[in-house]
């Protein structure tokens, strides 16, 4: 593997690992990635606190040194046991810095991206269970308050993996001259299911602010006459794009984009940049017309599919 491509696969990894520790920092749960050996690579705050050891802390330690119940022989069995499930709940103990014990919830998935990642959420249930304890009596009802919490957490965390496997899914198309098309059909196909878009465009540069139509969804024949070919000219939203180069999201009049619209009603957009080394290769436009705005965790995480869908497009000859 030359430097180059390990420093891009490497770059990658730190971008997704942002994008998770984004999706989690304002949640009241800890968060963390660790590698198959047990070793952090990436923490969000509130573990941080949790526990009392600061992130850098964090990163040179493995996750056995903050076990308490279990041994480091059991947390390497408990690794090789998640890598063959692929996701795993259970309860722990974990020791604080100043030697105080936890009790922990633990949610984990696992993936083989990258040499193997997983990628884990962590509950402290100390003073829930003190809670419950002197709040219910009823065992029933606790149980049923506990199923709630849970029920919410992996739907929460659900909605997170399926995001994420959408990305890794780009890796499985075909990179030859064959899978062109194919490929560029998926990209915008992830695109839309991931943003819930009703219209969807994928153009490549072509040079001096013009970007030539190369798949599209949600438009007929007639339609797509009018778009193939667009010039920065007479759409003001790509004089934005070609000086930013990075994703935008607004109104259409706005943006003075009504060009894009047709007659497809669309209020609402997103483009996606994709990169072409330093320079703009062309871009993923998402139109909505049932709703005003785009959650800000979805735009972050749809900047990071940006950086993902160029390297898929650029392997399959698209961007080169």
């Known amino acids: 593997m030359t430097k180059n491509k390990k420093r891009e696969e490497w770059e990658l990894v730190k971008k997704t690992a942002r994008l998770y520790q984004s999706i989690a920092r304002n949640s009241m749960d800890g968060f963390c990635i660790i590698d198959i050996k047990g070793h952090f690579f990436d923490v969000n705050n509130t573990y941080c606190r949790l526990l009392g050891f600061s992130k850098n802390e964090f990163l040179e330690m493995n996750i056995s040194d903050v076990e308490a119940r279990n041994k480091p022989t059991d947390v390497v069995k408990y690794i090789q046991h998640l890598k063959r499930r692929g996701k795993k709940r259970y309860f722990t103990q974990h020791r604080k810095k100043n030697g105080a014990i936890v009790d922990i919830e633990v949610s984990a998935n696992y993936t083989d991206y990258l040499g193997g990642l997983i990628f884990i959420y962590l509950r402290d249930f100390t003073e829930i269970r003190k809670t419950e304890r002197d709040q ?22 659900g909605k997170i993996n399926r995001k994420i496997s959408l990305l890794f899914e ?42 030539d139509l190369l798949s599209h969804k949600g ?102």
């Open 219 to 320: 438009l007929n024949g007639e339609q797509k006459d009018k778009i193939k070919i667009i010039s920065a000219r007479t759409i003001k939203l790509l004089k934005h794009l070609i000086k930013e180069k990075k994703l935008i999201s607004g109104y259409i009049k706005g943006y003075e984009a009504e060009l894009l619209v047709l007659d497809n009603e669309l209020k609402y957009f997103v483009t996606i940049p994709l990169s072409k080394g330093t320079s703009l290769g062309g871009f993923i436009f998402l139109g909505f017309d049932k709703k005003n705005s785009v959650d800000a965790q979805d735009l972050e995480f749809l900047d990071v599919f940006a950086m993902h869908a160029s390297i898929a497009l650029a392997k399959a000859g698209v961007l080169k």
């Open 170 to 211: 780009l890796d499985q198309y075909p990179k030859s001259k064959k899978g062109k098309q194919q490929t560029l059909n998926h990209v915008l196909n992830l695109a839309m299911n991931i943003s819930n878009s009703s219209t969807g465009y994928l153009y490549q540069s072509k040079g001096k602010g013009k970007f």
């Open 136 to 157: 219910y009596r009823n065992r029933a009802e606790s149980r049923k308050i506990l199923e709630g919490q849970l029920t919410n957490a992996y739907t929460h965390l």
